[in-house]
């Protein structure tokens, strides 16, 4: 049986020279599995408060709110 209810779903886009893909992939042959677990592992785990003093905004002030 199908599930018939839609999920929504994102497409990320990382650009990496090739030599650090060609790096990365050296070290995680399965490069992309590796990016969604670490991602999932971080949604996950416990969330910690961003850090103004860090002088990065967060994500989503790069962007505004896409949903």
């Known amino acids: 049986m199908m ?3 839609a999920v929504e779903t994102r497409t990320l886009t990382i650009v990496l ?12 042959p399965d490069a992309i ?4 677990a670490q991602i999932k592992s971080r949604l996950d785990g ?3 408060p961003q850090s103004v003093s860090s ?3 967060p994500a989503d002030a790069w962007w505004g709110d896409d949903y």
């Open 17 to 28: 020279p090739e030599a650090e893909w060609r790096a990365l992939r050296a070290q995680e």
């Open 46 to 48: 416990p969330s910690s």
């Open 33 to 36: 599995g590796w990016l969604h």
């Open 3 to 5: 599930h018939t209810e």
């Open 55 to 57: 002088g990065t905004p």
